[in-house]
């Protein structure tokens, strides 16, 4: 049965909230229902016609017929209801399913099908991959962890021993109601991918290669270099004779195969409880080919420098060794290296990003042009 405007005897609100939903439901069936455009014709002058249409029909009926007290509360509704079946009649198009359909009824199957977007990996996730699978091919394999981490194995087992003072660096965000256990079992979020070195070292004997992607959280307040929570890509290599050497020319050839076969690579000295010695790793600026300018401009992303810092590492202290030292891990006897990078940090490098809160954002239109 077609909708037809009754007539109102009562206009109480719930009367009017009743009779104003009726015509609503109505409306929205007959626009979901649109077969072509003939159709579509008669629907909008079904409800919208000057003369007859339903709008003009509820205005006779209801308003009009309103006794005085109720008129202002009637009018009110009415030209709520108007307003949204206007919006229904204006956005009514014919049903998608039969648009292939010309005047006879015949299916065009030339007209294009209702495209369904797929998702697009996220850039983070993206560069993480990609960065993975450079060492993959060299071959490592993927480790992971828990990130709600104990005290243990993100600082103890780390060569942070109980109030030391590099713990402060780490601006950790603990889990409350912990006082009541050993300092050791106290669980945090963890602050970087490193305790996931101790935990795989716990399973597997050496030789290890493992790269381990994660998130990791930091008390940071949000800004253009900075997330509470960001991600992380671990390495660990150990074996008998691993050298510094190693760990230079392992990641000289990651940084190239990930960034381009012309970056250079510096290494810095820098200080880790877990590593010794503890170096920072700089890439040339791949952006202004390390002269530190663009043209006139002053170079950003490498601060006019020409080198850009990509990540910490350094070789193995042999105080973590002891750790995992009944796992074949002596360490008089094997030697490794580990490196730790922002994941979220690299991809903005790499894709051109200035701000690291787009990543977080869910901006579809900005995470689209990843697809
Ligand atoms: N875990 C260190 C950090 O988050 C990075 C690192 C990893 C340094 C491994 C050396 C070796 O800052």
Not at 75 to 83: Q, Y
Not at 114 to 138: D, K, N, W, Y
Not at 330 to 336: E, H, T, Y
Request: with cysteine; charged share 25%.
């Amino acid at each position: 049965m077609p909708y037809t405007v009754p007539k109102l005897t009562d206009y109480s609100p719930a009367a009017l909230e009743h009779a104003a939903a009726e015509c609503l439901r109505a409306c929205s069936e007959e626009a979901s229902a649109v077969p072509n455009d003939a159709e579509l014709k008669a629907f909008r002058d079904r409800w919208m016609a000057r003369k007859s249409g339903i709008l003009t029909q509820i205005n006779d009926l209801w308003l009009k017929g309103a006794p005085r007290e109720a008129k202002r509360d009637a009018g009110i509704r009415m030209n709520e209801l108007k307003a949204r079946i206007q919006e229904l009649v204006e956005n009514a198009r014919v049903t998608v399913g039969d648009l292939a359909k010309d005047s006879a009824g015949r299916v065009d199957i030339s007209m294009p099908g209702t495209r369904r977007p797929i998702g697009a990996e996220h850039p983070v996730l993206r560069a993480s991959r990609e960065m993975c699978a450079v060492f993959q091919r060299m071959g490592y394999s993927i480790a992971e962890g828990p990130v709600v981490e104990t005290d243990y194995y993100n600082f103890e087992a780390l060569n942070f021993p109980p109030n030391h003072p590099a713990r402060d660096t780490q601006d950790t965000l603990f889990i409350a109601g912990q006082d009541s256990k050993p300092q050791r079992e106290r669980l945090l979020l963890r602050t970087h991918t490193s305790p996931v070195q101790i935990r795989t070292m716990e399973k597997l004997c050496p030789p290890i290669r493992i790269v381990i992607p994660g998130v990791v959280h930091r008390n940071d307040p949000p800004d253009a270099s900075h997330s509470p929570m960001f991600h992380q890509i671990e390495g660990l290599a150990v074996d008998t004779n691993i050298t510094f050497g190693d760990l230079k020319g392992t990641l000289d050839h990651a940084m190239k195969e990930f960034f381009g076969s012309n970056v250079k690579t510096s290494f810095r000295p820098s200080f880790f409880p877990f590593t010794e010695p503890s170096a920072e790793l700089y890439i040339s600026c791949f952006i202004c080919g390390g002269s530190g300018r663009r043209g006139s401009d002053p170079c950003r992303p490498c601060k006019q420098t020409g080198w850009i810092e990509a990540l910490g590492c350094g070789m193995v202290d042999p105080n973590v060794f002891e750790f995992v030292k009944d796992n074949g891990y002596d360490p008089k006897k094997v030697s490794g290296f580990a490196f730790g990078m922002g994941a979220d940090r690299i991809a903005m490098l790499k894709y051109g990003v200035d701000d690291l809160q787009l990543f977080f954002h869910g901006d579809v239109r900005f995470l689209e042009q990843w697809a």
